[in-house]
């Protein structure tokens, strides 16, 4: 079973509007959790990271959030935009393994 | 841009070949990951290099290997290819071992195998 799971596995959106992508993991412990964005064809690219210890970073009009007691963690996009059309892949670092974990990813597209 | 190199960008062969990926970390990282990423599937981990030495492997075949060379590129080799090793392959390479450290990716390599 994977360590990370994410949802929706997709979704679509209106231009403009915001929406939330949601992440689930058992990874334990563990040093960080990010969220990259991937357009299609391209190499992943890093959205936010965030230790354990810490609830919220934001990036722009993307926020998100952690909480390690329930495992769990939130992508927002606000406002969201053409270009954000992309997949969200949320990633786990073990503390104890050079291993890190992917969620398969949410597929968003924005749509004019 | 990330600084991550990969080449060749494309890359068309047939059933039974074997190539050979190429990546050049950012400048000063000493770590190097390679990725499969399968159409419409998540990124797996093949195996980590830290400066020179295998640190990490993950669901890597045996027909594929890597290496990391004293300049702190990187190789993966790819051997009796089957139409399934089909997908995009991306290297990243951090500043030290630990899988804490971000990782910066590559713009990847497409492989096509026919």
């Known amino acids: 079973k994977n360590q990370v799971e994410q949802s929706p596995q997709s979704l679509i959106i209106l231009e403009g509007k915001n929406c939330t992508l949601q992440c689930n993991y058992t990874v334990s412990p563990f040093s960080n959790l990010r969220w990259y964005k991937q357009d299609t064809g391209r190499g992943p690219v890093s959205l936010t990271i965030m230790t354990f210890s810490e609830n919220t970073k934001s990036n722009g009009r993307y926020t998100a959030t952690l909480d390690a007691d329930t495992k769990q963690s939130s992508l927002h996009i606000t406002a969201s935009q053409l270009s954000d059309s992309a997949s969200y892949i949320c990633v786990v670092s073990p503390t104890n393994d050079y291993k890190l974990s992917f969620g398969a990813g949410t597929t968003v597209t924005v749509r004019a | 841009d990330s600084g991550v190199t990969q080449t060749p960008k494309h890359l068309i062969t047939a059933t039974g070949q074997r190539v050979t990926l190429r990546c050049s970390p950012r400048s000063g990282d000493l770590s190097v990951y390679w990725y499969q990423q399968s159409l419409d599937q998540g990124l797996q981990f093949l195996i980590q290099?830290?400066?020179?030495?295998?640190?990490a492997k993950g669901n890597i075949l045996e027909r594929f290997s890597a290496q990391q060379f004293p300049d702190l590129h990187s190789e993966l080799n790819l051997s009796s290819l089957e139409l399934g090793d089909s997908a995009l392959y991306f290297c990243?390479?951090?500043?030290?071992?630990?899988?804490?450290?971000?990782?910066?990716f590559g713009p990847g390599t497409r492989l096509t195998v026919l």
């Open positions: 990243a390479s951090s500043g030290a071992s630990g899988g804490h450290n971000e990782q910066f």
């Open positions: 290099y830290y400066n020179g030495e295998e640190r």
